[in-house]
């Protein structure tokens, strides 16, 4: 469980008058999630989440934020922040960024079916529509730059086939960076951890994505990759599900039809998606950071799945 910073019902009592929410009544840590502190709040207009930021900061936060609400007033189902008395979305508590978001009902489908897959797959078509007009630019901020800079401090930590492995996939990773193709990907605002535990689900019915405090700009086909390759694998092995797969691309497609540059690019960004989150659990694991409770996630489950999309192919987007 991660809690990061601790918030108290005093706190929370002194804090909230600035919000058109009335009174807090109680406030309860939340276990999961490994970046923020979270916690459900119960208030005299209904329950919330209050999020203190632990490592974003005030400048990087409105693109969040007002992507959030951007997305929202679109009808993309996501979370919508509450601006206090000045209108800010984004407020200090105990020193650090701080927002309040409206809950989303349902719990998370920890164990998806094609149908949940294509309820995913349509949404997320949806979201990178509803982001064409959206006009903050922040990139993201776990993209191939910060891939550059944090495989030379891992490096040490691997025995010698992981590293090998790491260097191999950074070079490659920066090469396909270069090429035509990649530069020609459609770009835009991007969730970029759209996993399992960050949607909910009333019964087969999505209910909202959440935590974006990990979107940026970025190519919309990252965003296809790094969701395929937790919703539609089995979690054991990393092995793809056909049928999850192809719901997922199909109803994607349906919404926002894939492009022959799209085609091409599909393979590495298989690879660049596994990558990214090999390369950044491994991070956390060796570099781990104070917490009132933590759990680690594990990092050989994406050297799995890089290992996998490198020796096999997966299906092709459809045409
Ligand atoms: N808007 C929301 N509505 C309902 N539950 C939420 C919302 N935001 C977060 N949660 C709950 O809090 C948990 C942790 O949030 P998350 O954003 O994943 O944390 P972190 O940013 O630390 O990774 C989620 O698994 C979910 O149960
Ligand atoms: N999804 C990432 C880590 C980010 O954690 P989250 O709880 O904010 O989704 C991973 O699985 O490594």
Redo the contacts with the bound molecule.
Sequence with gaps: M?VFTSVTLQDLTDWMPQFPLGKAHAIRG?A?????S?FFIDTDQGEY?L?IFENLNFEQLPFYLKLMRHLADRGVLV?APIANDRGDLCVALHGKPSAI????HGS?QMAPQAVHCAEVGAMLARMHLAGLDFDIVQPNLRSLPWWQETVPKVLQFLDEDKRQLMQEEIRFQSAFAETAVYRQLQNGPVHADLFR??V?FDGDKLTGF??F?FAGCDTWLFDVAVTINDWCIDLDTGVLDLARVEAMLQAYHSVRPFTENEQEAWQAMLRAAAFRFWLSRVFDYYKPRDAEMLTPHDPTHFERILRLRIAEPAPKLPR
């Design positions: 991660a939340i999961s999630g490994i970046e923020n979270n989440v999020t979370p978001v409206s809950k989303l998370s535990n960050n909910m959440f935590d405090y």
